[in-house]
């Protein structure tokens, strides 16, 4: 008897240890940090909930994603930064802000170089030029996992834009990119390179007489308050690539990394849709609390802008043709 009770109870020793360990393992879980610059109303951070719901749910439950919204963890250029040196997971930002890891990139900021969504789309899916630029980041830090929806930048200014002589003594807002700083010179302003987050208030403060960003991020940032009027140029198109760390990147399973790709496919399908189909309505929706929307002709801002081809082929040569052959190619599909 007493020997039956001694393995009784090595037997219930080694089942709660067992139940221990088991509980152990189906809660160990790895916490991922993303940042953007977005609102929690836009877009961005409504794919970045998405894609964080689907890792949890397609690995799960080992993985967890923090989402940071309105720059928490700081502006765009800084969190580029953080996730090149792998002290932070995740960032979503305009394609061309990541020429400050990879030069060339700037050239996804070529004035009139895209002419619609599905072309974009394609581009972005299917360019061989971006494909190779894309391939060189993983060796400076990061490695982008899909390329989110905002659309095609536009005006909000204080004063009306109806050609380019309006811009003319006026200073722009600009992120740091080579192409947006030699676009808007071309049209006739001059520019400052601001945060997104601090854009609001330089408007306000009468530092800039306005900026030019997608209308989705127009909306979620509230810019037509202190710039309301809204000039539909369309003069680049602007996605947003998500990268993570290659630092994250290296420490994930293969099975893990393909569920991370799946849900950064997901969110990318949903931003796609979402920002081309609500466009329309928030427009509508900024045009009643007081904006004013102008379409222009584009065709003084396309002939203003063309020295901007040649500035660029200055300094990036050759590829300034092969991106524009690619998307030449690309929109002929």
């Known amino acids: 008897m007493k020997t039956r009770n001694a393995f009784i109870r090595r037997l219930g020793q080694g089942l709660t240890l067992a139940f221990l360990f088991a509980g152990l393992s189906a809660h160990a879980q790895t916490i991922l940090r993303l940042n953007h610059t977005d609102t929690p109303s836009g877009t961005r951070h409504r794919a970045a909930e998405i894609f964080a719901e689907r890792v949890k749910e397609f690995t799960r439950g080992r993985y967890q994603i923090l989402v940071f919204h309105s720059g928490q963890l700081g502006n765009d250029p800084k969190s580029i930064e953080l996730v090149g040196k792998g002290s932070l997971d995740f960032t979503i930002s305009a394609a061309g802000s990541y020429a400050s890891i990879q030069p060339t990139l700037n050239l996804t900021a070529l004035p009139f170089l895209l002419d619609s969504y599905e072309h974009g789309w394609r581009f972005y899916d299917e360019s061989t030029w971006l494909a190779e630029q894309f391939a060189t980041l993983p060796s400076k830090g990061l490695r982008v996992l899909s390329t989110w929806e905002a659309g095609f930048r536009s005006f909000t200014t204080r004063d009306p834009l109806p050609d380019p002589t309006a811009a003319k003594g006026k200073s722009m807002r600009i992120f740091p990119n080579e192409m947006v700083k030699s676009t808007m010179e071309a049209i006739g302003f001059s520019t400052q390179v601001i945060g997104v987050t ?136």
């Not at 009027?229 to 680049?236: R, S």
């Not at 065709?299 to 200055?314: D, L, W």
Request: no cysteine; proline share 4%; net charge positive.
């Open 198 to 333: 601090d854009v609001y208030r330089s408007i306000q403060e009468g530092k800039v007489v306005g900026q030019e960003n997608p209308i989705d991020t127009i909306y979620a940032l509230r810019f037509h308050e202190v710039a309301p009027n809204i000039t539909l140029t369309q003069h680049i198109y602007s996605p947003l690539p998500i990268v993570i760390a290659e630092k994250t990147w290296s420490a994930i399973s293969e099975t893990d990394r393909k569920s991370f790709e799946r849900a950064a496919n997901i969110a990318k399908d949903f931003s796609r849709k979402f920002v081309r189909d609500t466009e329309t309505r928030q427009l509508e929706e900024m045009v009643a609390s007081g904006a004013k929307v102008l379409r222009p002709d584009v065709a003084p801002f396309r002939a203003a802008t063309r020295v901007v081809y040649e500035g660029a082929k200055t300094k990036f040569g050759a590829q300034v043709d092969a991106i524009v052959q690619d998307a030449a190619k690309l929109r002929a599909k």
